[in-house]
């Protein structure tokens, strides 16, 4: 009995000694991480967010000015045209670029010939779409004398200059967005493959048929895949920058059309140098982010089906 | 092409044709008949898609090595006069040879990816295999990090590095990466380790290692793949990141290709799209053969983690 007591009291002492090792461990281990978390997030952030109080030109020290920079956000009109750019832009783009995902995976699903080809082709523009490059073309594409207006000649309509009409612009970069559907197309298709067969056999055996295998298997076990997307390209999608940039010439034209929210912090802060205001601007952009997501996650009780 | 008549093969030639309940009524000969033509209208719908998806960046590729004037002129891909000027001319468009911002992003992007690779598996060891206080809490606060957009620390973190005489180096580039601030990936890794056997540890443990030499000689190798899609996305990321290289670099000599791309838009305007599209396709070709190198790693890291 008493060897039973000493030996467990010897292996707590043995855990207990590891535990404190590995403690240390943790610490050299986690060293660089912790750098970074101090350094280079959460210190920034603090500072970001006391300056989003203050008046800052980066040359004099910030001046205190309490809520102004958020007050005045709500009276100065190209913020406001940014925040109506931006959620046209995300609420437009990201179903579109969903439905285009799903659509895809549902028809490349398992199994068939040339799988692994199709998708490297459909998934290619995502990794390029991010990139400057991809962002002068469709600049091109979408020109006055670009491809799209080019074909359009041959069907014997007038085109015009897309990325200079403002009522246009905006469109060819939802287009852009929804070029670059192969990422969560991919997700899709690997949300597909975690559907048990059995459950269409047996549904098959019931007697239903693929429209109703379809909406009665197929749409709710795929449910979280699609919750788990939107959240991803909400997210993503409201912190897109550079082909706003690179396609609007860095201002945001023609006439604030293409000028999302995150083009028009880069000008306040690093154009204007009124560092206190895209401070601001920043903290409600996160304020904005959170609260989409937080919305997705209390829709997604309504719609999203968990299979436990 | 036998599995098409396999019933989850049928779920999915369609789910909306209602023609497929009679398929099923009719003989074997019809339906087989049936479904090799279904099969190959899908194909041949599925190739045209992939055909348009990719078509901008083919005409990109087409225009480059024509002469200016026909890029205008015609629509189709193959060229009728092949002129290399363009890429000699792009080359040298600038104050720099192209040559110069190829290295500097080379540079950023080699930093990058070793800084990610060395500080997020450090960290990533400590999440999955060290036990020590607060590893929860840490843990958490390491996942918010991931969805903190950048622009809420961008300008503290500017203002920091401009004291500190970063501006127009490469460090406000690579020394965050050296500090795990891409906390995705550290996250990655942790789910990567978990899922390797503890066994292996608690054996090199009895044989005396510590956990240095743990993580380095058993873990580290068998991580290769999650290592592989840390490394890949990394680079495809900061090739392609423009945001912060065109806050931190403004110095000609300094330039990354990115940055240098878009002066180029602002320098030369619409007057030289052949060199512009050269230089473009030059700037895409690292990512391209990235993704032919890593297609494996590419698809299941998008696969289980959503990364773009």
Redesign the interface.
């Known amino acids: 009995m008493s060897s039973v007591i000493q030996e467990v009291a010897s292996t707590r002492r043995a855990a207990s000694e ?2 404190k090792g ?2 240390r ?3 050299l ?2 060293a ?2 912790f ?3 101090f ?3 959460a ?3 603090a ?2 967010l006391y ?1 989003s109080f203050t008046d800052y030109d ?1 040359l004099s020290a910030p001046a205190w000015v309490g809520l102004d920079n958020y007050t005045r956000m709500f009276e100065d009109p190209r913020l406001l045209q940014s925040l109506q750019v931006t959620f046209t832009y995300v609420f437009v783009s990201v179903p579109l670029q969903l439905a285009a995902a799903l659509a ?1 995976a ?9 799988l ?1 080809l ?11 779409g ?5 962002a ?6 979408f ?1 006055a ?1 670009g ?1 799209v207006n ?2 359009l000649a ?1 069907l014997g309509i007038e085109g015009t200059g897309w990325v200079s009409h403002p009522d246009h612009a905006l469109n060819t970069l939802i287009i852009l967005n929804v ?2 559907f192969g ?1 969560p197309m ?2 899709f ?2 949300g597909l493959r975690q559907i048990p ?1 059995m459950y ?2 047996a549904a ?1 055996i019931d007697g239903a ?3 109703r ?2 909406w009665s298997i ?1 749409v709710p076990m795929l449910t979280p895949i699609v919750f ?2 939107l959240v ?1 390209q909400v ?2 999608a ?2 897109n ?2 082909q706003a ?2 396609v609007s ?2 201002n945001g034209g023609p006439a604030d059309s293409t000028l999302l929210y ?1 083009l028009y ?2 000008r306040k ?2 154009a204007d140098l009124d ?1 206190g205001y ?2 601001a ?3 409600f ?2 304020l904005i ?1 959170g609260g989409m ?1 937080l919305v997705n996650f209390l829709a997604s009780k309504y719609w999203v089906h968990y299979d436990d | 092409m036998t599995d098409l008549a396999t019933p989850s093969k049928v779920t999915f030639a369609e789910p909306s044709s209602p023609s497929d309940r009679r398929v099923r009524r009719t003989d074997g000969a019809v339906r087989r008949i049936r479904s090799a033509v279904a099969s190959v209208l899908k194909h041949t719908a599925l190739i045209v898609f992939g055909f348009v998806m990719l078509y901008p960046l083919l005409w990109m590729l087409m225009s480059s090595i024509k002469p200016n004037a026909l890029i205008f002129r015609e629509p189709g891909l193959i060229p009728t006069d092949v002129d290399l000027s363009n890429y000699t001319d792009g080359w040298s468009a600038l104050l720099h040879p192209f040559s110069r911002y190829l290295i500097n992003s080379a540079i950023v992007v080699l930093g990058a990816v070793i800084g990610n690779l060395v500080s997020c598996s450090l960290a990533a060891y400590a999440f999955a295999r060290l036990n020590f206080r607060g590893r929860n809490f840490w843990f958490a606060i390491m996942l918010m990090t991931i969805m903190l957009p950048i622009h809420v620390i961008i300008v503290p973190q500017y203002v920091m590095f401009s004291r500190l005489e970063w501006i127009n180096t490469f460090l406000p580039l690579i020394v965050p990466k050296l500090l795990a601030t891409d906390a995705f990936f550290i996250f990655l890794m942790v789910q990567f380790f978990r899922g390797i056997p503890r066994e292996l540890d608690e054996a090199a443990r009895i044989d005396g290692a510590g956990h240095l030499r743990i993580y380095w000689q058993i873990m580290m190798p068998l991580a290769l793949p999650a290592l592989a899609t840390t490394a890949i996305f990394t680079f495809i990321w900061a090739w392609n990141d423009f945001f912060s290289q065109l806050i931190f670099l403004t110095k000609p000599d300094m330039y990354t290709v990115p940055i240098a791309l878009r002066t180029f838009v602002d320098s030369t305007g619409e007057s030289s799209w052949g060199a512009l599209f050269a230089m473009s396709i030059v700037s895409l070709i690292p990512v391209f053969l990235v993704f032919l190198f890593g297609q494996k790693y590419l698809v299941k890291g998008i696969a289980t983690t959503g990364i773009k």
């Open positions: 590891r535990r590995d403690g461990m943790a610490a281990f986690l660089p991480w750098a970074g978390l350094l280079i997030t210190g920034p952030m500072a970001s300056l980066l895809l549902l028809v490349l699903d398992k199994g068939m010939r040339g692994a199709y998708r490297s082709v459909y998934y290619l523009p995502s990794l390029l991010g990139s400057v490059a991809i002068i073309l469709w600049r091109q594409i020109g004398d491809l080019q074909v041959l070029w670059t990422a991919v997700i298709l690997a067969r269409y056999e098959s048929g693929p429209v295998r379809f197929t788990f997307n991803l997210i993503n409201f912190q920058f550079t940039f690179v010439g860095g995150t912090l880069y802060g690093f560092m895209a401070s601007m920043a903290w952009l996160l982010i997501t």
